[in-house]
């Protein structure tokens, strides 16, 4: 693909709208296009029109309540059997900025519903079908392996350069500045662009990507066997009917340690989970777990480690709600997960998920069907051009672990701190208590915050933070306000209404704060106003392992752990190369391992 112009602008001005210089029909897009791509519509949508296209089987739903603009739909050749479909909006009234939008899960299609929501603040809008049409947990289309790198990285890629090639030529002027927002697969799609290609955006939104891929989808197989009862002969299995009681423990345990009973568990990583409670004992026998499904559950909880390798992370406490999803199926794994393997990997729709083991994971590593895993950690490159990164992820996530993002957020870390680059001037991380995976939360916890795949299912008309139309509670506005004005985000506030109707009115806000810390109840206020809160450095426990077999547990922040030699009177130094649940190195006298508490931390 050829390389994308760049136009950066020194002022952020919305306030000066651009109007079309070609005409909204086939023939005049076309003109714009090289060989391999075909318009198949064009035509202009009139004020407050309602747009999309239920074929599109994975967003079938129409974005409603637009602007006036002009609708673009395109198809791209990208191999001999292979092709993309992508859709664009052209607003009447162009705010001068670009936005590409992601997609989630295998889904192929037009995600119309982010699309539409970006339109609305004035951006022209992209999203690609990753060339083909599918539910996000169907993968059969796999076997095509041109499909496949469509899917993984290349679909998007085509996509951003040639719709950004119609955007300057329908408007006759350059793009100021680029825009990336996703969440899931969409994440990763923002992550692997600007891995791939650093100047595709000047500013990207990543939520919960799942960037893993080779780990994420063979983990998912992992953790489904795990737990699968398909004849009713794995006594081990713990029955959906069960999570709500390990949920409701957890929440008894987990809620009161930051120090607030509110039904959030802020830090679940604090948590020092004690499953012995749920144990069945005497005539209790019900709402309660074996000793083998206990366990499962001690399994679920804590990293998938091989031989002592880690392999990937463990489903955060506080994620129970959404367990149904991978856990809950006594069939079997979730399709997430057998059809990666089945499909993508071995190319055998009789293969059965019984067979895996780590090989399975081994061969995933060496083939990494369609160049999809994002793990390029050097985003020097990204840095270098000026741009920004803001990435989050839910700490109720029951589909991809928060886990994930936190070893990737420490590996980017690791690889450009030697660099002397510092990642808070250019890459923000926010963790966000009680959210599940991209949108909704539990408990009535805040979630909303403008970010990918959040505004559709709330109201398709919707777009930004009704109300709260601004860079603390907008983090799309927050990206731009960083971007374009230098205003990095030392906190965006998170929303939740009364039943997810913005018209019924605000429930809680609370503030998100960049990782590592948390947010903090200053002891007085509302404890749903988010001025009742500070961002302050984060808790963790630290298991101090000494040679010779002495141990110990320090709750330290970030910015005492270097005294931990000192307080052990131990020799040596404590040096920082992780997080919560990755490993620090000191001396050979001293090792200490932050954040994973006994029972699933």
């Known amino acids: 693909m050829p390389s994308i112009t760049k136009y950066l602008s020194l002022l952020l001005s919305t306030s000066g709208l651009t109007a079309a210089a070609l005409q909204c029909d086939i023939p005049s897009i076309q003109a714009t296009l090289p060989f391999n791509a075909a318009v198949l519509f064009a035509q202009p949508q009139a004020q407050n029109a309602s747009f999309g296209n239920h074929s599109d089987i994975a967003y ?41 939008v992601g997609n989630g899960g295998f889904a192929g299609g037009i995600n119309w519903l982010d699309l539409g929501a970006g339109l609305q603040y004035g951006f022209a809008v992209m999203s690609t079908d990753t060339g083909h049409n599918s539910t996000s947990g169907d993968g059969t289309w796999g076997l095509n392996k041109e499909r496949l790198a469509d899917w993984g990285y290349r679909a998007m890629h085509g996509s951003i350069v040639l ?34 290609y650093p100047d595709s955006f000047d500013g990207v939104l990543a939520g919960a990507p799942a960037w893993w891929t080779a780990h994420l989808q063979t983990w998912t197989t992992w953790i489904g066997k795990i737990n699968a009862n398909p004849n009713g002969t794995n006594p081990a299995a713990i029955p959906a009917s069960l999570f709500p009681a390990i949920r409701a423990e957890v929440l008894r345990q987990c809620d009161p340690v930051d120090g607030l009973v509110d039904g959030i568990i802020t830090n679940p990583y604090m948590c020092d989970f004690n499953p012995d409670a749920l144990l069945c004992q005497g005539a209790n026998t019900s709402n309660c777990l074996t000793g083998l499904q206990l366990d499962t559950l001690y399994t679920i909880q804590h990293d998938y480690l091989q031989n002592a390798t880690f392999v990937f992370p463990h489903l955060a406490l506080g994620s129970e709600a959404q367990w149904p999803v991978l856990l809950g199926n006594p069939n079997g794994p979730a399709s997430l997960g057998t059809q990666y ?97 991209c949108n909704g939360g539990v408990n009535d916890a805040p979630w909303y915050f403008a970010g990918a795949n959040q505004a559709g299912p709330l109201n398709t008309s919707l777009h930004s933070v009704p109300g709260f139309s601004n860079a603390r509670h907008d983090a799309l506005l927050a990206l731009m306000a960083w971007t374009e004005q230098g205003i990095a985000p030392d906190q965006i506030i998170a ?87 990755w490993p620090w190195q000191g001396s050979s006298t001293l090792k200490a391992w932050p954040g994973r508490p006994t029972g699933g931390g």
């Open 60 to 100: 079938p739903t129409n974005a409603t309540g637009l602007p006036a603009f002009c609708a673009v739909v395109v198809n791209v050749t990208s191999s001999a059997i292979s092709s993309f479909t992508f859709g664009l909006a052209l607003p009447n009234e162009w705010n001068d900025r670009y936005l590409a």
């Open 163 to 196: 719709s950004k090639q119609i955007v300057s030529a329908y408007y006759a002027q350059p793009i100021k500045y680029s825009y990336y927002s996703g969440c899931s697969t969409g994440g990763r799609q923002g992550l692997k662009e600007i891995q791939l």
């Open 341 to 437: 393997e089945q499909y993508f990997l071995l190319h055998d729709p009789t293969w059965n998920w019984e067979d895996f083991d780590y090989s399975i994971i081994q061969q995933a590593d060496q083939q990494d069907p369609g160049n999809a895993t994002a793990n390029d950690f050097d985003l020097s490159p990204f840095h270098a051009l000026g741009g920004k990164l803001i990435q989050y992820h839910g700490l109720s996530d029951g589909l991809i672990p928060t886990g994930s993002s936190i070893y990737f957020y420490e590996h980017v870390m690791r690889a450009l701190a030697p660099l002397g680059i510092d990642l808070s001037s250019w890459y923000r991380f926010f963790l966000v208590p009680g959210m599940q995976h």
């Open 495 to 581: 929303t939740k209404w009364l039943n997810d109707t913005p018209a019924l009115g605000v429930v809680r806000q609370r503030p998100l704060c960049p990782y590592p810390s948390v947010a903090q109840y200053t002891g007085s206020g509302s404890v749903n106003a988010s001025d009742s809160f500070v961002c302050a450095a984060l808790p963790f426990r630290v298991p101090v392992v000494v040679q010779g077999g002495a141990q110990s547990v320090l709750t330290v922040t970030q910015t005492e752990v270097v005294s931990v030699a000192a307080s052990m009177q131990c020799t040596g130094t404590v040096t920082k190369t992780g997080g919560w649940g």
